[in-house]
């Protein structure tokens, strides 16, 4: 069965530029500032949410520390290279699961697919195992 997502295509589109956000920062540690100024200019108000955006960025600037935490324990742990945009995608899945907005499962699912568009073909099994680690360990 395929899921019908069209109805949620400012959704979509609003999480795919946060995933370019934040792989922004990681890559540059560029400015929150910078970063909605940019994606306001190259996004209509009609493809994506403005406010969902901020907020959702301005969580990710105030937990970067701790994100940053998470995914450099795991790369010690595990002896593994975390891609940059794999990284970009757990932070996001992290931050949407403590906002207790959706689902868990909803916001597991947002990130395969995220890894899915942006990542290599394997990828969302790391970030799904990533996620669903940390949910074990902070339940």
């Known amino acids: 069965m395929s899921k019908n997502l069209s109805k949620y295509k400012k959704e979509l589109k609003t999480r795919e530029c946060l995933v370019q956000a934040i792989y922004q920062f990681i890559f540059q540690s560029t400015p929150m500032h910078?970063?909605?100024?940019?994606?306001?200019?190259?996004n209509s108000s009609k493809n994506i949410?403005?406010?969902?955006?901020?907020e959702r960025l301005e969580h990710i600037y105030a937990q970067s520390n701790s994100l940053k935490k998470i995914t450099r324990n795991a790369k010690n742990l595990e002896e593994e290279s975390i891609e940059m945009i794999d990284e970009a995608i757990i932070w996001l899945g992290i931050?949407?699961?403590?906002?207790?907005?959706?689902?868990?499962?909803?916001?597991i699912d947002e990130c395969i697919r995220l890894a899915k568009k942006f990542s290599n073909p394997n990828s969302f099994k790391?970030?799904?195992?990533k996620l669903d680690g940390w949910l074990k360990e902070n339940s």
């Open 49 to 54: 949410n403005y406010e969902y955006f901020k």
């Open 95 to 107: 931050v949407e699961i403590k906002a207790d907005n959706l689902p868990q499962a909803v916001v």
């Open 34 to 42: 910078f970063l909605i100024e940019q994606f306001l200019n190259e």
């Open 126 to 129: 790391f970030i799904n195992a």
